[in-house]
């Protein structure tokens, strides 16, 4: 199994990322797939859900209304757009099938 994270960065805040996370080695289709992070000095904390057919997702309260998980079944890739960024959100994103196996994750950092 295999979870390939991509697309972190440097931002300013109030920009815009879109990560990215290609799964293999497992039947993608039939996970929900979560996007978590973790900040220095923090536990890691779950940002977004998505059901396996994508209809579903939930999202942590600080993120709502700001963040977006998505993902293509016939890609094996679950998204995350992530607008209006803050530097409350800087952290290490990883994605996740359900806790099962991780990333090796991504930077994101929001900073003027």
């Known amino acids: 199994v295999q979870l390939v994270?991509?697309?972190?960065?440097?931002?300013?805040?109030?920009?815009?990322?879109?990560?990215?996370c290609v799964a293999s080695g497992f039947t993608f289709r039939l996970?929900?797939?979560?996007?978590?992070?973790q900040a220095p000095g923090k536990e890691r904390e779950v940002v977004a859900t998505i059901s396996p057919?994508?209809?579903t997702t939930s999202y942590r309260e600080?993120?709502?209304?700001?963040?977006?998980?998505?993902?293509d079944n016939a890609q094996n890739t679950v998204y995350l757009q992530?607008?209006?960024?803050?530097?409350?959100?800087?952290a290490v994103y990883y994605c996740s099938d359900s806790g099962r196996h991780w990333g090796q994750g991504t930077q994101v950092t929001v900073s003027s």
């Open 62 to 71: 600080s993120v709502k209304g700001r963040f977006t998980i998505s993902r």
């Open 82 to 90: 992530m607008n209006s960024l803050k530097p409350e959100d800087t």
């Open 5 to 20: 994270e991509s697309g972190g960065g440097l931002v300013q805040p109030g920009g815009s990322l879109r990560l990215s």
């Open 31 to 37: 996970y929900h797939m979560n996007w978590y992070r």
């Open 53 to 55: 057919s994508g209809i």
